[in-house]
């Protein structure tokens, strides 16, 4: 794994001398990533030059577990007296190059500034089992090249054994999917340079030896040899699917959308739980208002996995999913859920809903406070609470996208969009939103989605951007191959809704779109009601006192 991980493939005499302690440590935690970074020199030039190779994700969980638990379960087998560790470590190298890398390194290591020679066996062969990665104590040595290239043979299993390729055709053929088809948004010349040294040669040979244009690789800044270098490292664990990296070329996201697999989750709960949900966040006196127990039972004991939603301000909106949210909560397994809103001047009043109810809350933004990678023990919220930049950065899409491959315990909840038709409507933000759609909703427990104003068919586009193909219906004798969608406005107070952003200077040309405004729709319908917002009371009584509209016009403060 960390062969594959590393971007520029090691050869093997810079991957033996891995060390995660002691003298001459190569292995260190990246403080942003949460990954493993690798730190070696690369054999066959002998220039001394360290390069730094980041591992993904899964490969450096796999290795933190090797060196901190199954390390212990190995020093423990051989004892405390374990004294037969050969001094000749590397005794199946072979060549200048390897030797000049290997036994200076070996000098520099070992010892704690003193010879290794002067050491008894036992600490001798404790110094090594408790530093180098690739101890193996049955040759009482570090592993052999020909055990470490037997898996090569092996693997990968879906192949035939004839089209295996050995190491060396291997570490080549990396190189070239690197150089070729990973590629870095605005890839420059620095970029392409870092590509060749991670392969473990210069620019220069890149171009002599193996036909790179000139253009892009002969001159890179050295100052930013280790930016270009994690550009590529995460562009590469992008391109194989195994870890996060940013967006590839041509604004076209790298996403595996559908490389997990989902896990099927059912709450081991009754409709009871839903009436104790209420009761605790509202009170004895609680009581669901008409059509509110249906939704609500239908997200918490239904199989249906999206949920649409329609419901004005005032109805109880929040309750259809937070009741649900509190009953899951209750559940033997962990299960978070996100809950995404238009703005950020909603978020804070959303969470504080959560947070009275007694869940736990937090917001999505600080998931990520420490870099793209979370930890299942960072998942400490009931809820995540989240704005659509949110729901649209490749933090979060990664995050979903990635769910079963990375947690092992905790399943993914209720993803909820509040006014959901702002996807739609929108038009201004749809840059922060062209990701959205990568995102694989299916592996969630329950989709919901809500609006106030929309209708039905105001849903469907947004439904549709976002995966779901299928037809609603709001009758449950026609379900078949179709979305139930629940509508629980009897009358629809606005019949028209028009969105306009205009950022003006001065508060008078304000007044003046409002007004041509107004007097054009009363043209268009005289009957027409309209309701004005406005900040402050001196500019409500200047539109009413000023421009008459009838005894049609309503307008508020706020």
């Known amino acids: 794994m960390i062969y594959f ?16 302690a002691g003298n001459q440590r190569n292995l260190f935690v990246d403080p942003e990533s949460r990954c493993l970074d690798i730190i070696t020199e690369y054999s066959k030039n002998r ?87 690739f101890v193996d104590c049955t ?41 070729e088809y990973v590629k870095v948004e605005g890839e420059d010349v620095g970029v392409s340079a870092a590509k060749e040294t991670l392969a473990g040669h210069s620019a220069a040979t890149g171009l002599a030896t193996y036909g790179i244009d000139h253009e892009k690789g002969l001159a ?28 590839a070329e041509d604004g076209e996201s790298d996403i595996a959308k559908n490389s997990c697999e989902k896990r099927y989750f059912h709450p081991s709960g009754s409709i009871k739980d839903l009436a104790m949900a209420g009761i605790k966040l509202y009170g004895s006196k609680f009581e669901f208002r008409e059509g509110q127990f249906d939704v609500a039972v239908e997200i918490y004991l239904s ?17 259809l999913f937070q009741l649900p949210l509190m009953a899951v909560s209750l559940c033997d397994q962990p299960v978070v859920s996100f809950v995404f809103v238009p703005y950020v001047c909603l978020v804070s009043n959303m969470k504080l809903r959560f947070s009275s109810s007694g869940l736990s809350c937090g917001f999505v933004k600080d998931l990520f406070a420490g870099g793209p990678t979370v930890a299942e023990s960072h998942l ?42 702002n996807l ?53 004798t026609s379900l078949k191959s179709r979305i139930l969608y629940f509508d629980m406005v009897s009358q629809i107070p606005l019949q028209n809704i028009v969105k306009e952003f205009l950022p003006v200077s001065k508060v008078a040309v304000i007044e003046s779109q409002v007004s041509k405004l107004v007097e054009k729709l009363m043209l268009y319908d005289s009957s027409s009601k309209v309701i004005i917002v406005c900040r402050e009371r001196v500019t409500v ?3 009413y006192f000023q421009h008459k509209f009838g005894g049609s016009m309503v307008a508020w403060t706020r």
Not at 387 to 412: C, H, K, M, P, R
């Open 424 to 476: 739609e409507t929108e038009k201004y933000r749809e840059d922060s939103f062209r990701h959205i759609p990568e995102i694989n909703f299916n592996l969630a427990w329950k989709v919901v989605v809500m609006t106030g104003t929309a209708g039905a068919k105001g849903m469907s586009k947004p439904l549709r951007f976002i995966g779901y193909e299928t037809e609603l219906t709001v009758s449950r």
């Open 220 to 247: 890179a800044d050295g100052s930013l040899e280790e930016k270009y270098a994690s550009l590529v490292n995460a562009a590469w664990h992008h391109w194989l699917g195994l870890g996060y990296g940013s967006p």
């Open 380 to 421: 400490f919220c009931d809820v995540y609470v989240g704005t659509f930049n949110d729901l649209g950065s490749a933090n979060f899409i990664n995050l979903v996208n990635n769910w079963y491959n990375v947690f092992e315990q905790v399943i993914l909840g209720m993803v909820v969009i509040d006014e959901f038709h």
């Open 139 to 179: 040759s009482h040595s570090l592993m052999h090249y020909a055990r470490f290239s037997a898996f090569l043979k092996l693997y990968p299993m879906s192949v035939n054994w004839s089209m295996r390729l050995p190491f060396r055709e291997m570490r080549h053929g990396m190189i070239k999917l690197v150089r």
């Open 5 to 20: 991980s590393a971007t520029g493939p090691y050869r093997f005499p810079d991957m033996l001398i891995l060390k995660y």
């Open 47 to 133: 220039e001394g030059n360290p390069m730094c190779k980041t591992l993904d994700k899964v490969t450096s969980d796999h290795l933190f577990y090797y060196i901190i638990v199954a390390r212990n379960m190995l020093k423990h087998a051989v004892g405390t007296e374990y004294a037969d560790m050969k001094r000749d470590l590397f005794n199946e190298t072979n060549g200048a190059a390897e030797e000049s890398l290997l036994n200076g390194y070996l000098a520099r290591s070992i010892g704690d500034g003193i010879s290794a020679d002067d050491m008894d066996p036992v600490r001798y062969s404790r110094n090594v089992v408790n530093s180098f990665v």
């Open 541 to 543: 009584e200047k539109l």
């Open 303 to 319: 199989g249906s996995q999206v949920i649409p939603i329609q419901a004005l301000p005032g109805y109880g909106k929040t309750a």
